[in-house]
């Protein structure tokens, strides 16, 4: 069975840190793209980040660029969003979620087939 655990949410002050983490089983996504999404109360889920199988090709959405950086450890199967300078506006459900495609890195949801249970971040001003 398949299961992506993610870990490292918390309430933060506006302008903290946090580090996500997210520890699948079950398979291996080493040729996968694996992706961080959001949702807050009231929105639709969004992607933050998402990551290539080989951990070169990174995307950020255009609120995160120069604020967030995803990685991967493979040997680890874990994949990180670590989060600065948090605004209030980040506050959501952080989901991880694992692609089966190969050879791509995409960057909307119906492109991923696994996702993890979720992690709230809140960042209070």
């Known amino acids: 069975q398949v299961q992506l655990v993610e870990s490292g949410g918390g309430l933060v002050q506006a302008g903290g840190s946090l580090r996500l983490s997210c520890s699948h089983s079950?398979?291996?996504?080493?040729?996968?793209?694996m992706g961080w999404f959001r949702q807050a109360p009231g929105k639709e889920r969004e992607v933050v980040a998402a990551?290539?199988?080989?951990?070169?090709?990174?995307y950020y959405t255009d609120s995160v660029k120069g604020r967030f950086t995803i990685s991967r450890d493979h040997a680890k199967s874990t994949v990180y969003l670590q989060m600065n300078s948090l605004t209030p506006e980040d506050t959501a459900v952080y989901y991880c979620?694992?692609?089966?495609?190969?050879?791509?890195?995409?960057?909307?949801?119906?492109?991923?087939?696994?996702w993890g249970q979720g992690t709230q971040v809140t960042v209070s001003s």
């Open positions: 990551v290539s199988w080989k951990g070169g090709t990174n």
């Open positions: 979620a694992a692609s089966l495609d190969v050879g791509i890195t995409p960057t909307t949801a119906r492109y991923y087939h696994y």
């Open positions: 079950g398979r291996t996504f080493s040729s996968n793209a």
